[in-house]
């Protein structure tokens, strides 16, 4: 089993910065894909990062690529979503997840293990 436990969210305005946290317990998660995804009021849950945590490989969504940045932290154990030129229609409910599916999935169904999520709220 794995636990996943996000922080960092809150209330921004547009063109601010986030830093949102997501630590890993339980099983090591040294050898999944981990995930950000952003689920809008109406609107389904959409892959936002991946991260192939063994090698460090990444992946965006057209819509952050060069303002979202995923890393990790091993010795924490700890993945992070550095969010910088913030807009309103990244207002959402942002989840860490954690996946044995190789290549990394961008699917959420592919996902085994979720965090219980944390609100971004982007004031225009």
């Known amino acids: 089993q794995v636990q996943l436990v996000e922080s960092g969210g809150g209330l921004v305005q547009a063109g601010g910065s986030l830093r949102l946290s997501c630590a890993a317990s339980?099983?090591?998660?040294?050898?999944?894909?981990m995930g950000w995804f952003r689920q809008a009021p109406g609107k389904e849950r959409e892959f936002v990062a991946t991260?192939?945590?063994?090698?460090?490989?990444?992946d965006y969504a057209n819509s952050v690529k060069g303002r979202f940045t995923i890393s990790r932290d091993n010795a924490k154990n700890t993945v992070y979503l550095q969010m910088n030129s913030l807009k309103p229609e990244d207002t959402a409910v942002y989840y860490c997840?954690?996946?044995?599916?190789?290549?990394?999935?961008?699917?959420?169904?592919?996902?085994?293990?979720w965090g219980q999520g944390t609100q971004v709220t982007v004031s225009s």
């Open positions: 339980g099983r090591s998660v040294s050898s999944y894909g």
């Open positions: 997840a954690a996946s044995d599916f190789i290549p990394v999935p961008t699917i959420a169904s592919r996902y085994k293990y």
């Open positions: 991260m192939r945590w063994s090698v460090g490989s990444t």
